[in-house]
Structure formats: C-alpha cells, structure tokens
C-alpha cells in the first residue's frame, strides 16, 4: 500500500487545506518527498493563464512542485465554489473517479508521501449515487481528520469519526484546528477529544491568519503518520 494519508474534516471552512499543507511542510522536514493530491474541487480561478483551484496551487506550493502537475493533482475541477454535485450539475457533467483513480496511479508511480486532501467534509455528496465516503474509500489511505475547534466540534468530530471507520478506513491522527479564537473551554474540549477519539493526536494548530501552513507545521508530530 502507497504511504500518505487522506484528509478530511469536520466540516467545510475548518482549515482542512491550511493543515494538509502543514502536514507537507512537516513531513518534508523529516526528509521525506511528498506528493499531493486535491482530487475533485470545487471554485476555479485564473492562475498562470490555467484554470486551477486556490487549494491546488497551495498545496502544489507546499510541496514545491510546479503548476505543471494540475491536471493529475486535481483531474476533476469545478468551476463553482459550491457544493460539488450541484456544481458538476450546473456544468452538465457527472463525477466519475476514473480519472481519480487514473490520477492517483500516476502520483503513486514514485516513492513520495501522499497528502490527498479530500472535498468540504466526510459525507459530502458528488453524484446521485457516488459521495466522498466513495472517494476516501477508493483512494484507501489511512485518515486525518481535522477538527475545526469550535462551538460544536465534539459532535462533529467525533460522527465523523465513527463514519470514517463504518467506512473501513482507518483514522491515523487527528489535528484540532483553532477556528475561533474565543471558544470558550478549548482545552477541555481538545481533552474530551483525545479521550475519545481512540487516535493520536497531532497536533494543536494556533488561531493564527495569515500566517503560513510552513511556520506552524512545527506545531505538529506527523512521527505516527510515518511509522
């Protein structure tokens, strides 16, 4: 089995792809290639005369690889930044993995650490019959979840959890995320997670905007992710 991991979150807005890039960087900084991978996304701009997503080109950066990767990086691009199902239906097309998995076996071809970050949250639906438990389940890697430190993350964290491992995945590590500077009882709530979650812990990110994934991937221990 190819060594990475598949990212996921809680919900959408949480900082999934900051924290997929800070996994890089800090995987890199143990001396390891790594290989990302944002295979379905929704919300396309104008980058280099490409038609590319704002995640891709930043997690391709994190990585230190050109925009030349795009297409195998993510082969499935939604011109809306809404839920993808509705985009695809908007565009006339339907989501297929094939080109997902077509993608993926040709970012595996090296030796490098796979990141693939996943789209919105766990359960997001891309197709009348096809989600993102399909995706994750395709892609058969063992699961981050990031945890968008909140009011209400412990349910969200912890149903996504318990759907994470319905679907036959593993969860490999969990990264509580702050996303509101004044939750009330963080603490306590990183606590209850860690004793629950039945998963390593690794990692508490600050609330910190603006700063890049780089400086504060020292924030994180990926050690179990490598082992």
């Not at 040709?106 to 399909?134: H, I, K, N, W, Y």
């Amino acid at each position: 089995m190819t060594h990475g991991v598949f990212v996921t979150g809680t919900d959408t807005g949480i900082g999934k792809t900051y924290c997929a890039c800070a996994i890089i960087h800090a995987v890199k900084a143990r001396g390891r290639r790594v290989m990302p991978m944002k295979p379905i996304a929704a919300g396309a701009g104008d980058h280099g005369g490409r038609r590319a997503n704002e995640d891709t080109i930043r997690l391709l950066e994190a990585a230190g690889l050109s925009i030349d990767r795009l297409e195998d990086v993510t082969p499935i691009l939604l011109e809306e930044g809404i839920a993808p199902h509705i985009a695809a239906a908007r565009e006339r097309r339907a989501i297929d993995l094939g080109p997902v998995l077509a993608s993926l076996r040709r970012l595996q071809a090296g030796d490098s650490f796979m990141v693939v970050e996943g789209v919105g949250g766990f359960c997001v639906p891309l197709g009348p019959r096809l989600d993102t438990v399909e995706l994750a389940r395709a892609i058969a890697l063992p699961v981050v979840l990031v945890v968008g430190m909140r009011l209400g993350c412990l349910n969200h964290a912890l149903l996504t959890a318990q759907a994470v491992r319905t679907a036959g995945l593993e969860v490999a590590g969990w990264i509580a995320n702050t996303i509101d500077p004044d939750m009330p009882a963080r603490a306590e709530n990183v606590a209850a997670l860690a004793e629950r979650l039945d998963a390593p812990l690794l990692g508490r990110l600050p609330y910190a905007p603006g700063v890049p994934a780089g400086e504060v991937a020292r924030h994180l221990d990926v050690a179990p992710l490598l082992a």
